[in-house]
């Protein structure tokens, strides 16, 4: 199917620094990336269904890793951070409530460029800053993968 998704690379301004979180952030562009594939051929809903439940259980399972990581260095926004993780949560159980209703390509299309902003946005802004907190409190110890 023709789409207006567009696949994401990773670049510089998504590092946070510490490799363990960065790799759970690579993995999760390489799941969307996958959806932008299975909705650009043919387009089955049962199949974007069970990729999109795939990418937000690792989401989830990442902001788990992500919050042991904030505890870890006592960052002082650990409690905003994890308000926006459950804020993500919440809505996309809405949304996947809403899509079992209208499985149409142009409500999947909807999701997924709302996913995708999300994380971009998030890793851009809210991730960086966590790692550019560890950095300037432990310095080299706590991430950087020279
Ligand atoms: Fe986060
Ligand atoms: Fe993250």
């Known amino acids: ?17 510490v490799p363990d979180i960065d790799s759970d952030h690579q993995r999760l562009i390489q799941l969307y ?8 051929s043919s387009y089955h ?3 974007i269904m069970h990729a ?26 650990i409690e905003e951070h994890c308000a926006l993780h459950s804020a993500l949560e919440k809505k996309v159980r809405q ?9 149409s390509p142009e409500f999947a299309q909807t999701i997924i460029v709302f996913l995708g902003d999300w994380l971009m ?8 800053a966590v790692g550019r907190y560890a950095f ?4 080299h110890e706590m991430g950087n993968n020279d």
């Open 95 to 103: 949304i996947f409530d809403q899509f079992a209703l209208d499985k």
């Open 52 to 77: 999109l439940h795939f990418l937000v259980h690792y989401a989830l399972s990442h902001f788990a890793r992500e919050k042991a990581f904030m505890e870890r260095i006592a960052y002082p926004q």
């Open 33 to 40: 990336n996958a959806l932008v594939d299975d909705m650009e």
């Open 121 to 128: 946005n998030h890793i851009m802004k809210e991730d960086v």
């Open 45 to 47: 809903a049962e199949t």
């Open 1 to 17: 199917m023709k789409t207006d998704l567009a696949k994401v690379a990773w670049t510089e301004a998504l590092r946070v620094n």
């Open 136 to 139: 300037s409190v432990y310095g």
